[in-house]
């Protein structure tokens, strides 16, 4: 009669705990992806890292807490454990994908090599490869010429991205203002007359103009700068072999440009 009850209890008791848990977990993940829109991305990496602890957690949650980690870590420009993270969440789910539409063209350049480095390591091991190996695209776009920071924004490296757009646009603006005070300032000298009038209205052109030509200077300065910052960021590389699913004896290589 005992050892009946102790399987009854047994049988009421563990879908029960499961379920509290499984609703703990969600509850958590739904904080860190609030944590996570919210730009807090410290804060959404440490909520999904404790939970990643609980030796309960069901796979599913597994995979999605790796999944937030990766985000997180991104987001801060950690890339390389952010690879390893996606590697770990694919290790338990392998069949995992990313929205190619709702996710940010970084986040999906770091999965994607991710995905190749599981895929070449099943391949070495013997184990059927997972999906696709699609390969990351090119991380620079458009808007890398187009105006300094605005690349870094668009990746979401919200701080060098600031840096770059203000500085171009103060730099830029500045050259321009002096550039109409040099042309303002040069007909009034052209207009002196006087030997005092024509040395102080030289001089203030004079100031304009060398004003002007800094605040070129500068804006260019921080164009290549930018240019720089772009082409050695961290990403994975834009173009790059791995071996094609199957068996191994081809190559495929996947290019495409972002607008």
């Known amino acids: 009669m005992r050892n009946a009850a102790v399987i009854l209890f047994m049988l009421l008791a563990v879908p029960a705990l499961r379920a509290q848990n499984g609703h703990r977990a969600d509850s958590v993940l739904t904080e860190v992806e609030r944590l996570y829109n919210n730009a807090r991305y410290v804060e959404a990496e440490l909520e999904a890292r404790r939970l990643r602890e609980e030796p309960s957690l069901t796979d599913s949650a597994s995979v999605q ?4 980690i990766a985000f997180a870590l991104i987001a801060q420009g950690r890339t390389a454990p952010a690879r390893e993270r996606f590697i770990a969440a694919l290790t338990t789910d392998p069949e995992l994908e990313l929205d190619p539409v709702l996710t940010s063209p970084k986040i999906l350049a770091v999965f994607n090599d991710a995905r ?5 390591a099943r391949h070495r091991t013997g184990m059927p490869v997972s999906g696709p190996v699609v ?17 870094q924004l668009h ?21 321009v203002t002096f550039g109409l005070l040099r042309s303002s300032a040069r007909q009034r000298y052209l207009d002196a007359v006087t030997p005092s009038d024509i040395s102080s209205r030289y001089d203030t052109y004079d100031s304009y103009r060398k004003a002007e030509i800094y605040s070129y ?10 240019q720089v910052d ?5 990403d994975p590389p834009a ?16 290019v495409a440009i972002r607008f």
């Not at 060098?160 to 203000?166: D, I, Q």
């Open 65 to 68: 807490t790796d999944r937030w």
């Open 116 to 120: 190749a480095q599981f895929n070449a």
């Open 155 to 175: 990746r979401g490296r919200t701080v060098k991205g600031t840096a770059f757009l203000g500085a171009g646009a103060v730099s830029l603006a500045s050259g």
């Open 135 to 151: 390969l990351p695209a090119p991380s620079v776009t458009f808007r890398a010429a187009l105006f300094p920071g605005w690349e």
């Open 230 to 234: 772009v082409f050695t960021d961290d």
């Open 217 to 226: 200077i500068t804006f260019a300065t921080v164009y290549c700068l930018s």
């Open 239 to 254: 173009i790059s072999l791995h071996p094609a699913a199957g068996d191994g004896r081809g190559h495929q290589v996947t």
